[in-house]
């Protein structure tokens, strides 16, 4: 959730964009209401089905932070620097004891060490960010 991201989200100096699928503006617009930041969303984008807006989007970023999905496969194919979210069980393709990816050179892997536990992932993506070490 937003909430759960928010330290991350919060950070100064940076500025986030919505690349979620499916209908998430009334939890960006209580994350908005609750810190006073807003998460960027580009209404005219189809979050769903339109890859090359999409790709426009996410070459134009610093990096992408997300969790196992298209955007992950997408973001890290076009080489983009990504950092993934992975559960403490991910997809055979990510391989286990690696933070980095033998498919993509530009992924930085940040795993739950407790499954359903995302708090430890979270502080190390925040510190990640937060020293600029992405």
Not at 31 to 58: C, P, Q, R
Not at 122 to 132: F, G, L, R, T
Request: glycine share 4%; charged share 20%; with cysteine.
């Amino acid at each position: 959730s937003l909430e759960q991201l928010s330290t991350i989200l919060n950070l100064e100096n940076f500025e986030f964009i919505n690349l979620q699928y499916g209908d998430v503006s009334v939890e960006r617009q209580l994350f908005t209401e609750k810190y006073g930041k807003e998460i960027i969303s580009i209404d005219n984008l189809d979050l769903m089905d339109d890859f090359e807006g999409i790709a426009a989007v996410i070459s134009c970023c610093d990096f992408i932070l997300t969790i196992d999905n298209w955007i992950a496969h997408l973001s890290s194919s076009i080489g983009k620097k990504t950092l993934i979210l992975l559960p403490k069980y991910p997809f055979w393709y990510w391989l286990t004891n690696r933070s980095d990816s033998v498919w993509y050179s530009n992924v930085k892997l940040f795993r739950q060490t407790k499954n359903g536990i995302w708090q430890d992932v979270i502080d190390k993506v925040y510190n990640c960010i937060n020293y600029n070490n992405t």
